[in-house]
């Protein structure tokens, strides 16, 4: 016959197991169409599970997601939101989208929706080292002309700023984050002095931003 205390450390080892593997106290941000554009719209990045209740793999991915939310909650308490959705409850949050399956995961930046969806590794790891390069600076900055030619090609924009605190920095700097995600460009910024110029033989396409 079994002893009391001994049943006792078998159920609080029992309830701590069950506790991690639902992911208890790590919860992902239930999006729905009252709360996503809010959400969307007041932080840089927004990682989306969609999901379905009766799927295996979405219910394989959810403690997984879980942890993933509350890792990164820590790392960025303001600027990210890791969040899900239940297809089958916010069925036209989920077509705006157009999931198709589940799980599906996307991402959106600065309220733009990423054309294409994660198919990397789903391990906590993996999905918290997508988000940490998403959150990285999309503008290498170079002080010098010397550096720059050594690192800038044919497919670089480069943008000529005196004051990292001025609004044509932060617009061009926000769009750079746009194409970051679509990988369709390599984004250089380089700033320099005033009055300086930069040499002619240097292959740049300039975009210039103009407040107001």
């Known amino acids: 016959m079994t002893c009391p205390s001994a049943r006792i450390i078998v159920f609080c080892t029992l309830t701590v197991f069950l506790r991690q593997l639902r992911g208890v106290g790590a919860e992902a941000t239930e999006l729905t169409s009252d709360n996503y554009d809010s959400l969307a719209s007041s932080h840089s990045l927004v990682f989306i599970n969609f999901y379905a209740e009766w799927c295996r ?4 991915l959810m403690p997984i997601w879980n942890q993933v939310a509350d890792q990164l909650k820590q790392e960025y308490p303001e600027g990210v939101v890791i969040g899900k959705v239940n297809c089958e409850m916010q ?17 959106v930046r600065n309220s733009r929706i ?3 969806e994660y198919r990397g590794q789903r391990s906590v790891e993996a999905l918290t080292s997508f988000v940490r390069q998403q959150m990285a600076d999309p503008v290498q900055k170079f002080e010098s ?3 720059l030619k050594s690192k800038a090609t ?3 924009v480069i943008g000529y700023f005196q004051d990292e605190s001025s609004n044509e920095y932060s617009t061009f700097k926000a769009v750079c984050g ?26 740049v396409f300039c975009w210039l931003w103009h407040g107001g």
Do not use: N, W
């Not at 793999?57 to 394989?60: P, T």
């Open 145 to 147: 002309l010397f550096d």
């Open 114 to 116: 990423a054309r294409k």
């Open 154 to 156: 044919k497919r670089s």
């Open 178 to 203: 746009i194409h970051y995600l679509q990988c369709l460009l390599c984004l250089i910024a380089i700033r320099v002095s005033a009055g300086r110029r930069a040499e002619r033989s240097l292959p």
């Open 91 to 107: 069925g036209p949050l989920a077509q705006q989208f157009s999931v198709t399956k589940y799980p599906t995961m996307k991402l």
């Open 57 to 60: 793999f979405s219910q394989m």
